[in-house]
């Protein structure tokens, strides 16, 4: 099973529901970069807005948990679910890293976190190639096919 296969093997509801929260939470996350560049240039009105974007990109996150779940049950692999669980705990570092003022950590593990988010979002709405070709387990036609 590919790594596509994941998103298109489960019914629509959970696939679109796992696609629409990874881009909630690509667009979040996004926008963290902006009202940090506002933070460090002293606009402190921007440090709540900053705080409370993590908090709506973890929940979206946490929905695309569940998502990933009822995608996996139903048909699909559970690696998505195990990357954004990874995406979660590397939030919580992040987070971890901002409020002790670790710039230093902070800075490059959001640069990561934000371009894991998009790459992720990414992966969900990408087309998926499908084969044509079935394998078949009847021997009488498989020796048809060979002669």
């Given at each position: 099973?590919?790594?596509?296969?994941?998103a298109?093997?489960?019914?629509?509801?959970?696939r679109?529901?796992?696609?629409?929260?990874?881009?909630v939470?690509?667009v979040?996350?996004?926008?963290q970069?902006?009202?940090?560049?506002?933070?460090?240039?002293?606009?402190?009105?921007a440090?709540?807005?900053?705080?409370?974007?993590a908090?709506?990109?973890?929940?979206?996150?946490?929905?695309?948990?569940?998502?990933?779940?009822?995608c996996?049950?139903?048909?699909g692999?559970?690696?998505?679910?195990?990357?954004?669980?990874?995406m979660?705990g590397?939030?919580?570092l992040?987070?971890?890293?901002?409020y002790?003022?670790?710039?230093a950590?902070?800075?490059?593990?959001?640069?990561?976190?934000?371009t894991?988010?998009?790459?992720?979002?990414?992966?969900?709405?990408?087309?998926?190639?499908?084969?044509?070709?079935?394998?078949?387990s009847?021997?009488?036609v498989q020796?048809?096919?060979?002669?």
């Amino acid at each position: 099973m590919s790594t596509h296969d994941v998103a298109e093997s489960a019914p629509i509801w959970p696939r679109t529901l796992l696609r629409v929260s990874l881009t909630v939470a690509a667009v979040l996350l996004l926008s963290q970069s902006i009202t940090a560049g506002l933070f460090m240039s002293e606009l402190r009105a921007a440090f709540p807005v900053h705080r409370e974007l993590a908090t709506a990109a973890g929940i979206a996150l946490m929905v695309a948990v569940v998502a990933g779940v009822i995608c996996a049950r139903r048909g699909g692999g559970w690696w998505p679910v195990w990357a954004t669980i990874g995406m979660l705990g590397l939030m919580s570092l992040q987070a971890f890293a901002g409020y002790r003022s670790l710039t230093a950590l902070h800075v490059p593990l959001g640069v990561i976190t934000i371009t894991a988010g998009i790459a992720f979002a990414a992966w969900s709405w990408a087309p998926v190639a499908r084969t044509t070709s079935r394998p078949t387990s009847r021997p009488d036609v498989q020796e048809i096919s060979r002669a």
